[in-house]
């Protein structure tokens, strides 16, 4: 005789609390069950329990009572156990012994077993103790034989016959459930990663996207806009990080026309002046309204207050938050402490120049009245703390915002891209996409004699007498007497230091290898400087320039010294001291200059060697754009070689029609119509080109002066190596320095030579560089032996986590029916892969927080592995395929123990996320404000209280640190009321609402397991 359950909704529990009856059973569900989330009619149903349901009701409730049963099934312990119990339900129902229906016409509130003999009626859900003696006190439950069971009997069967059979659909859920088949590795890999970009593909609305700067994308541009407004609309910024030569200024003015069409938000663009002009010609060509502000100009940001949206072009350039350029833009983006709201797009292909710390400062910049962005810690400044010290990973919040691919993904991900691009006859027309060649290795280092091109041994005498200088004019702060310390016009100088010191140094070890002019120049500057500082000195004053900024100014060494100056009482100093250093330097740089007063052009052998580059590749046939860090070098080139290889020009920060001599200079890469006999064949520039500009139509770039950080190189490299170049094969040449002694030496000793030479000059004061002055034996090396350009070609942790959105955002374009299988996909899933050489690898989450786990193939042990090499260990399994032979009870048995342990590890890890989620901890500053509430709450009117709670719960909350800590400040310095801080958190609720996070539980995602002795191809 057949069992009959009458469960409302049905639960996991149910398969074990029935499965010695599942031969032969059916199980009636009916709405409204006990459900997490209930329908919107389950509300209608508690007001009238009785009242039948319309057929799009019921439909609704069944929808809701199978979706909490795989839920519940998700959350099962991938046990043997289990995996058997699911199993034997399948093979169950498919020999028809289970079934499974659905009381469609009206709610039931009915709960019984009718077994053989007797039945049970209770009067609360059928749990795992139903077969318990009953509890006295607990609910109702009453056991039924004889007539009474036989009308039960009659009565589940006239429903039965009148209900919906839903067998198929728990069937399917079953099968679906993680204990069903192994999933195919690929699907799962998708599956993963769609889940992890879950927010980024739900913002996508391609289809209903009538931008019209679409039509001038290709498709991995338009692929990158498409994430990149996801992520604009959740976070109110994006970072556009594609590695030089993609097209990111395309992608942002999209955006840019996106939000205009949408919003009617305008921009206002701030980039470097050499390409502001750009930026106007782009955006009148597509009707964006915009204006444009060099970044050199942020004193006059307070005009553009009205615009919505701020482009902020190569953006690392605001990478330090103690310049006065990131001061300006700080206080303009939240002035007087208030709320930044303007959306905002950081463009820079190298947002990370040296440190993490880079990328703070610039995330920082976003809004506050979008999402939190999502990171571990009580704010973002903790958590890039806990990434300095290697306890988190940048990735982990990276892969929310920026959107960045390398070249050598786009050739394989669109291998029949195609790009628009202007033609000799002018038209624009699509063409397959290609990039040159690129030539920058060993055969291009351009070596020279540094101790020819400073006669004999001088090049020796002047590193000697550099480390012996005592450079006091950069050191003022170690003259100041003790009980000046505390001067306030004097505090910089005590945290100048011996930075400042080390960075002067800095300068002038470049300008000595950059061109014995602009050294000569240079030392000619210090000299006057000293005697002028004695003479000021003789006069009875100090005059105090605090350094704060770097050595990338192209025109001038007075930027190290960019506050002042101040003339201060020289009793302030040990004067004997200070007039006896100022001697000394200035005796050893007058020896100095006159030693190097007798150098002449003819004898540089640095220019001669570029002499004879020019001889083998003449810039009449081979485009050539020569860099370097100096304007003094820039112009001292042209005026050596620019009447004599064709059609010169020189580029400096202070040169006036730069775009109309870019335009000539590669007209095709901007879309220019320039005569022939007009254009430029030789462009000698400093850095003011290295960023954001088209010289595509080059197919040589010269380094002349020693590049100590590939960032810069990478930079410079992609003015030439874009989209849209004319040459099949270009060639980057840098300049390398060595002596007599190491003619005969490698590349890489004559790099650490060099290096060694410059680390002796700076003495203990290397120590105090700032990252991104340091000297990186291993950076130099790679950048010129051309590793540098290729390791950037390859990728990066960021790079990484678009490549996988890319896919998953490529699969969803072209074959939306396998995406829509893949997302229907549960939780739990499990594949087996060909790829016996992979470690086995597990996902979990907790919301948005996820750990990846893995298993290396040599220790066995599991361990938690970062977010993209989780992803890289579920492509490579995904690239093994499924293997050919069935899974035996070992390999079962692994994939369960997995499972198991990933969520083991996970779950007091999540739960530790969690509580810091819901309770950061609070600030001092913070802690004053909740304690001025609290106190104003003791003592108020009654009706103020509420919102007092909710004042104080926003500030525990934490999610606004930045805006509540900067106002908080403000308060505390004009000690105000507690009626006043009251009313200016009325304020602060008002611009940001407390956003609640839904985080729910600890979830398994997926588990990838390799089982074959194959070899793991490991390709992408």
């Not at 079934?99 to 795992?128: E, K």
């Not at 429903?159 to 590795?185: N, S, Y």
């Not at 004599?644 to 040169?655: F, I, K, L, P």
Request: aromatic residues 8%.
């Amino acid at each position: 005789m057949r069992a009959y359950v009458s469960c409302g909704e049905l639960r996991a529990e149910h398969l074990a609390l029935f499965e010695d009856q599942a031969p032969a059973i059916d199980l009636m569900l009916a709405a409204p069950g006990l459900l997490e989330r209930p329908p919107a009619a389950h509300a209608e149903v508690a007001r009238a329990p009785g009242l039948p349901l319309s057929v799009a009701k019921g439909h609704g409730f069944l929808s809701a009572l199978l979706d909490a049963f795989s839920v519940d099934l998700d959350r099962l312990p991938q046990t043997a156990a289990w995996e058997r119990r699911i199993a034997r339900w399948i093979d169950t129902i498919d020999r028809g012994g289970a079934r499974f229906w659905f009381r469609r016409d009206q709610p039931a509130h009915t709960r019984l077993v009718c077994l053989a003999g007797a039945s049970v009626v209770t009067a609360s859900p059928l749990v795992a103790d139903l077969w318990a003696s009953a509890d006295p006190d607990g609910d109702l439950r009453l056991e039924v034989t004889g007539a009474e069971h036989d009308r039960i009997r009659a009565w589940f069967e006239r429903v039965r016959d009148r209900a919906q059979d839903v067998t198929p659909q728990v069937r399917a859920a079953l099968a679906a459930c993680w204990a069903g088949d192994f999933a195919d590795p690929e699907d799962v890999y998708y599956r993963v990663v769609a889940s992890y970009f879950r927010a980024t593909l739900d913002g996508l609305d391609a289809e209903a996207d009538d931008n019209p700067m679409r039509a001038v994308l290709t498709e991995f541009q338009d692929d990158a806009y498409q994430h990149a407004k996801s992520i604009l609309r959740r976070y109110g910024g994006v970072v556009l990080a594609d590695v030089v030569g993609l097209g990111k200024t395309y992608i942002a003015v999209a955006l840019l026309s996106y939000l205009q069409r949408s919003t009617g938000s305008h921009a206002l663009v701030l980039a470097p002046p050499a390409i502001c002009r750009a930026w106007d010609d782009l955006a009148a060509e597509h009707r964006i309204e915009l204006v444009t502000l060099s970044t050199g100009k942020l004193e006059d940001l307070d005009r553009y207050a009205d615009r919505e949206v701020v482009v902020i072009d190569e953006s690392h350039n605001f990478r330090n938050m103690d310049t006065r350029r990131y001061e300006r833009i700080s206080a303009w983006l939240r002035p007087h402490g208030d709320a930044a709201e303007r959306r905002v797009l950081l463009l820079s292909a190298t947002p990370q120049n040296t440190r993490p710390s880079d990328l703070l400062a610039q995330l920082h910049m976003f809004p506050d009245v979008y999402s939190p962005l999502p990171h571990r810690g009580e704010s973002l400044q903790a958590f890039f703390r806990e990434v300095e010290q290697g306890r988190a990973d940048a990735t982990s919040l990276l892969q929310h915002v920026v959107v960045r691919r390398t070249r050598s993904f786009i050739r394989t991900a669109y291998p029949e891209a195609k790009v628009r691009l202007r033609q000799d006859d002018g038209q624009l027309a699509w063409v397959p996409l290609r990039f040159p060649r690129r030539l920058c290795g060993e055969e291009q280092a351009l070596r020279y004699r540094i101790d020819e091109a400073y006669a004999g041994d001088l090049y020796a005498r002047l590193l000697r007498t550099l480390a012996q200088m005592r450079y006091p004019l950069h050191g003022l702060g170690f003259y100041v007497l003790e009980t000046a310390r505390d001067d306030r016009r004097l505090r910089n100088l005590s945290r100048s230091g011996k930075g400042l010191r080390g960075l002067y140094k800095v300068l002038l070890l470049k300008r000595l290898e950059s061109s014995v002019h602009a050294f000569r120049l240079t030392a000619g500057r210090l000299r006057d400087r000293l005697e002028q500082g004695l003479r000021q000195l003789s006069d009875g004053v100090v005059r105090i320039r605090v350094g704060r900024g770097g050595t990338d100014d192209d025109d001038t060494d007075d930027t190290l010294l960019d506050d002042g100056p101040i003339d201060v009482p020289a009793a302030l100093f040990e004067r004997r001291a200070l007039r006896r250093d100022l001697i000394y330097d200035r005796g050893l740089i007058t020896d100095l200059l006159e030693s190097i007063a007798d150098l002449t052009p003819d004898r540089d052998s640095k220019l001669q060697r570029l002499r004879a580059w020019f001889v083998a590749r003449p810039p009449q046939r081979h485009r050539t754009v020569v860099f370097t860090q100096f304007a003094d070098t820039a112009r001292w080139l042209f005026d050596q070689l620019g009447a004599e290889y064709g059609r010169a020009r020189v580029v400096t920060g202070g040169t006036s029609g730069t775009l109309g001599i870019i335009r000539r200079f590669a007209p095709r890469g901007n879309h220019a119509v320039t005569e022939p006999a007009d254009q430029i064949d030789l462009l000698i520039s400093t850095d003011t080109l290295s960023e954001g500009v088209n010289l595509q139509d080059a197919d040589t770039l010269i380094n002349y002066d020693i590049h100590w950080n590939p960032v810069r190189l990478i930079q410079r490299a992609g003015r030439i190596d874009r989209i849209g170049s004319p040459n099949d094969e270009i060639q980057i040449a840098s300049f390398l320095p060595e002596t007599k002694l190491e003619a005969a030496l490698g590349l890489e000793a004559v790099v650490r030579s060099r290096i060694a030479d410059f680390t002796s000059v700076f003495g203990e004061d290397g120590a105090f560089l700032p990252a991104g002055e340091q000297l990186d034996e291993g950076d130099v090396v790679s950048a010129y032996a051309g590793r540098a350009l290729a390791d950037a070609d390859e990728g990066d942790a960021m790079d990484g986590l678009s490549r996988h959105a890319q896919r998953v955002l490529h699969l969803r374009r072209r074959r939306p029916d396998r995406f829509d299988h893949i997302m229907a996909l549960r939780p739990g899933v499990r594949a087996l892969s060909a790829g016996g050489g992979v470690p086995d690898v597990a996902a979990t989450r907790l919301g948005w927080y996820w750990r990846f786990w893995g298993r290396p193939i040599v220790t066995g042990a599991l361990e938690p592995v970062d977010d993209v090499d989780g992803m890289e260990l579920l492509w490579r399994h995904a690239q093994a395929g499924a293997p050919t032979s069935p899974a035996d009870a070992l390999v079962r048995e692994r994939v369960r123990s997995m499972a198991a342990e990933g969520m083991r590890n996970f779950e007091p890890d999540a739960l530790a996320f969690r509580a810091r989620k819901e309770r950061p901890r609070l600030e001092p500053i913070e802690e004053w404000v909740r304690e001025r509430l609290d106190a104003y709450s003791a003592r108020c009117v009654q009706t103020r209280r509420p919102l007092i709670d909710q004042m104080i719960a926003w500030v525990l909350a934490g999610q606004h640190k930045p805006v509540l800590v900067g106002r908080g400040r403000q308060w505390r310095k004009e000690q105000l009321s507690g009626e006043a801080v009251f009313q200016g958190m009325k304020s602060l609720l008002r611009q940001l609402p407390l956003l609640h996070e839904e985080l729910g539980d600890p979830e398994l995602v997926a588990v990838s397991v390799g089982v074959s002795g194959a070899p793991d191809p490991a390709r992408d």
